[in-house]
Nanobody
């Protein structure tokens, strides 16, 4: 049973920053990829950023230059630093974990998911 607990969501004005955290537990994989995804009302879930088992990072074009993903492998925590937030970033943000190397930031590539944390950006 892989458990993922997200935190750090909230409401900010456009141009503000938030830092999301995702703590993983309950697995014995030696290497993992961790990703952040989001889903806005009425839309499908999309990849935002991911950090792979070899620490390679992937970003959606819409967040490049504004969001930074990092991973503390020893603590099994992934972070998503979100700067210069825009109203279109408003969504439920989900953390996901996948065993081994993934090589992409795609919803279908990840198996284990958290419950999500809401991010709301007002103009």
């Amino acid at each position: 049973q892989v458990d993922l607990v997200e935190s750090g969501g909230g409401s900010v004005q456009a141009g503000g920053s938030l830092r999301l955290s995702c703590e993983a537990s309950g697995y014995s994989y030696s290497t993992i990829a961790m990703g952040w995804f989001r889903q806005a009302p009425g839309k499908g879930r999309e990849g935002v950023a991911a950090v792979d088992s070899d620490d390679a990072t992937f970003y959606a074009d819409s967040v490049k230059g504004r969001f930074t993903i990092s991973k503390d492998g020893a603590k099994k925590i992934a972070y998503l630093q979100m700067d210069n937030l825009k109203p279109e970033d408003t969504a439920m943000y989900y953390c996901a974990v996948q065993r081994g190397y993934v090589g992409q930031c795609s919803v279908r590539a990840y198996t284990h998911w958290g419950q999500g944390t809401q991010v709301t950006v007002s103009s």
